[in-house]
């Protein structure tokens, strides 16, 4: 579980530096909804990281019902949704 985190790390990490070069070129809203969206993915990946390695057992990664479990969930779904928007704005604009 541990390598598929890392190896998703990866495109994270690309997609939030490539959406804060635009952010730094830009500085428009939909830069920032990019920018923002591409930030929450990495949370995601970040929150696999933890699981695997067994950091915050506090959190309860992996279980239902935990925050580790909401935390994923949230940042995946304000993730897309404001990366898309932030998408669609640039494309549209």
């Given at each position: 579980m541990l390598v598929k985190a890392l190896i998703a790390l990866v495109p994270a990490v690309l997609l939030l530096a490539l959406s804060a070069a635009v952010f730094i070129k830009r500085r428009n809203v939909a830069a920032f909804l990019q920018l923002a969206g591409s930030g929450c993915l990495v949370i995601v990946v970040l929150t696999?990281?933890?699981?695997?390695?067994?950091?915050?057992?506090s959190m309860r990664f992996g279980?239902?019902?935990?925050?580790?479990?909401?935390?994923?969930?949230?940042?995946?779904?304000?993730?897309?949704?404001?990366?898309?928007?932030?998408?669609?704005?640039?494309?549209?604009?």
């Amino acid at each position: 579980m541990l390598v598929k985190a890392l190896i998703a790390l990866v495109p994270a990490v690309l997609l939030l530096a490539l959406s804060a070069a635009v952010f730094i070129k830009r500085r428009n809203v939909a830069a920032f909804l990019q920018l923002a969206g591409s930030g929450c993915l990495v949370i995601v990946v970040l929150t696999h990281v933890c699981e695997a390695l067994g950091l915050f057992p506090s959190m309860r990664f992996g279980e239902p019902d935990s925050a580790g479990h909401y935390l994923d969930l949230t940042s995946a779904v304000v993730g897309v949704m404001l990366f898309i928007a932030g998408w669609l704005l640039r494309v549209r604009g």
